[in-house]
């Protein structure tokens, strides 16, 4: 957490994880800052990032979805570190440990002559310590916000283009791809929009407009789907329209010569997210049936 604040080396999110996987962290607003404190006694914050969701994931979902991210160079090493932390007795590649994240966006780092000192934390504290910005962690957030600035980097990387009438909505930083899979998976609890399959590791966060062609990484532009249908939506032979009701392409059967498990999906209507801001929009399914799909 020493090196330069570079943009050029900085990630665009961090997975800070906890090996116990037993309690979810709901300690901050989605937004917030989340500052990095080296451990007891070196207590100085050497920089931070900007909460966005929180979550329990199996240690290899974890991994496939943040990578390096996740602090360690390989999958091999943050599971050796896992079992440490869990005091495991005799841990084996297949342990597969359920683990705690909290998934922060626009990570920064702090050079060392600018780490902040905290003279007051109290060695007894282990799993972090809550400030009041208007109150005792003012000045602290103060500093921390003269030294991003000073280093070019984002106080609050909010997404744009966010609505700014009509119901609330809940505002995101803007997202990572791996934080992007997660939320989207969390907002449809897990199962596949499609199919209300439950099988975690076959699930993947479909973009409606894809990434590289200027789609955003924000909820409202995923659908969680079993990895074939995923395949599917993304080659046009599959969409949904801006009603949320499944349609199949017909050149399915014709170029496949089969697709019955599919044509059963024909004219359903996939599961939504229960917060409205975390659903499908409508003009990007508008985009995908006019732009993508194969009808």
């Known amino acids: ?99 705690g994240c909290i998934l922060l966006e626009s990570p920064f780092f702090f050079d060392r002559a600018d780490w902040i000192p905290l003279p007051d934390w109290k060695r007894a504290i282990v799993q972090g310590r809550g400030y009041d910005s208007e109150e005792d962690g003012l000045e602290i957030w103060q500093r921390v916000e003269a030294l991003m600035r000073t280093s070019t980097q984002e106080v609050s990387p909010i997404e744009e283009s966010q609505p700014r009438y009509g119901d609330p909505v809940t505002v995101f930083p803007r997202l990572g ?45 995923g659908i969680l789907l079993r990895q074939d249908l995923h395949t599917l939506l993304d080659r046009g032979y599959m969409t949904v329209t801006p009603g949320h009701r499944i349609e199949v392409s017909s050149r399915i059967k014709e170029e496949f010569h089969n697709g019955k498990e599919y044509y059963r999906l024909h004219g359903e209507t996939m599961r939504l997210p229960e917060y409205g801001d975390r659903r499908p929009s409508a ?8 732009n993508v799909y194969r009808s």
């Open 1 to 99: 957490m020493s090196g330069s604040t570079s943009c050029l080396n900085r990630p665009d999110e961090v997975n800070f994880w906890q090996p116990s996987g037993k309690r979810q962290f709901r300690n901050l607003h989605i937004g917030s800052p989340f500052l990095f404190k080296l451990h007891s006694p070196d207590n100085y914050i050497v920089g931070g990032g900007f909460f966005s969701h929180s979550t329990i994931l199996p240690a290899s979902i974890v991994w496939q979805a943040f990578g390096k991210k996740n602090g360690a160079q390989t999958e091999e090493e943050m599971r050796s570190r896992i079992a440490r932390y869990r005091r495991a007795p005799n841990p084996s590649a297949a342990d597969d440990y359920q683990i």
């Open 177 to 221: 791809q791996g934080s992007f899979r997660r939320i989207v998976t969390d907002s449809y609890n897990r199962r596949c929009a499609f199919t209300n399959s439950p099988v975690l590791h076959v699930l993947e966060a479909a973009h409606i407009s894809p990434y590289s062609s200027g789609g955003t990484h924000t909820p409202s532009n």
């Open 283 to 290: 003009e990007l399914l508008r985009w995908h049936n006019d």
